[in-house]
């Protein structure tokens, strides 16, 4: 499949959201309008998206390549019909996206993708008829997508795989990592992460386990410099000689009982753990976990000093 021919992107929301997108699709050379129906927020569009550009540069992100034109208009009708991508973001309201991409069905061309960047809603609640699903899907960024670079990529039941490679390609294009999901879910994998993290977190409060600031202090300096390194997954494997199936049968009846504990099914059969094995075994290649264990702990040592000159405030 080849790149885009026509790099012509509409964002309908001028918040945070949508000015992040802006700022990294533009500097991966889109030509990129923005639409929002309130005047306060389109008249701040250049300097939020100037803000956007300062941080990637801070971050190293900034391509250093032409840039593509940033527009914003009042109406998009005009902009839609030679979008080859519309991306909503706008307010979290299902009624609201449902008007919108009724609207865009009939304004774009049958080869516009059209993505939502909703947090929560699924795409077949914001378009029903499955016959209509077929270019529709969900790219929900991490805020603000303009240095996080992930986006969650959920299609409804009737979306093509066409599109759904499309998007990976276009977001890929402009600096993105997808993460494609296989269906449907509420939540997506990034709010139902962070959500079994955060309801936890109420409950240890709640039942006088531990005060919200000390919650906060294990991931700060605990979890949180591992996980920016590394997912679950890994970390499991790198905490324990002989990896992800020996870290399963030492500490899976632990977490089984904690689980339970709360109401949840908690079942790692042995194929599931391989699924685990296989998929850790293909992303690390030839590294051995030996070797990405002391990359990690050089890795974690310089997180600390960054976050701690940080939060000295030292820049």
């Known amino acids: 499949m080849t790149f885009e021919s026509s790099q012509n992107l509409v964002i309908l929301g001028a918040g945070s959201i949508g000015t992040s997108f802006a700022a990294a699709f533009s500097d991966a050379g889109w030509n990129v309008v923005i639409s929002d129906p309130n005047p306060i927020r389109s008249q ?21 390549s032409e840039e593509g034109e940033i527009g914003v208009v009042a109406s998009p009708e005009v902009a839609l019909k030679n979008a080859s991508f519309v991306l909503e973001c706008g307010p979290e309201d299902l009624s609201i996206k449902r008007e919108i991409f009724a609207k865009l069905l009939d304004a774009t061309s049958e080869e516009t993708l059209l993505a939502t960047a909703s947090s929560a809603i699924l795409i077949s609640q914001i378009v029903i008829n499955s016959e209509q ?3 529709c899907i969900v790219a929900h ?16 039941p009737g979306t093509s795989e066409y599109f759904m490679d499309r998007a990976k390609i276009i977001f890929a294009n402009a600096g993105f990592q997808s993460a494609v999901l296989g269906r ?52 499991a494997e790198l905490n324990t000689p002989g990896g992800i199936a020996a870290h399963a049968a030492r500490m899976g009846p632990a977490y089984k009982r904690m689980g339970e504990e ?20 293909e992303a690390r290649g ?30």
């Open 141 to 156: 960024p991490v805020n603000p997508p303009s240095v996080l670079r992930l986006v969650e990529l959920c299609p409804a």
């Open 286 to 315: 030839s590294v051995t976990t030996s070797e990405r264990a002391a990359w990690r702990a050089r890795a974690v040592a310089q997180i600390v000093a960054i976050r701690d000159m940080l939060t000295r405030g030292v820049v």
């Open 44 to 64: 701040a569009v250049k300097r939020h998206v100037h803000e956007h550009k300062d941080a990637m540069a801070l971050a190293g992100l900034a391509s250093g």
């Open 133 to 135: 699903q077929s270019r």
């Open 262 to 281: 709360r109401g949840e099914r908690v079942e790692w059969t042995p194929e599931l753990v391989e699924r685990v094995v296989q998929a850790r075994n």
């Open 184 to 235: 449907e879910i509420e939540g997506f994998i990034l709010n139902r992460l962070q959500g079994a993290v955060l309801r936890e977190a109420y409950r240890l409060v709640d039942e006088k386990i531990a005060e919200p600031n000390d919650i906060d202090n294990v991931m700060r300096l605990g979890l949180g410099p591992r996980w920016a390194l590394s997912g679950p997954f890994e970390t």
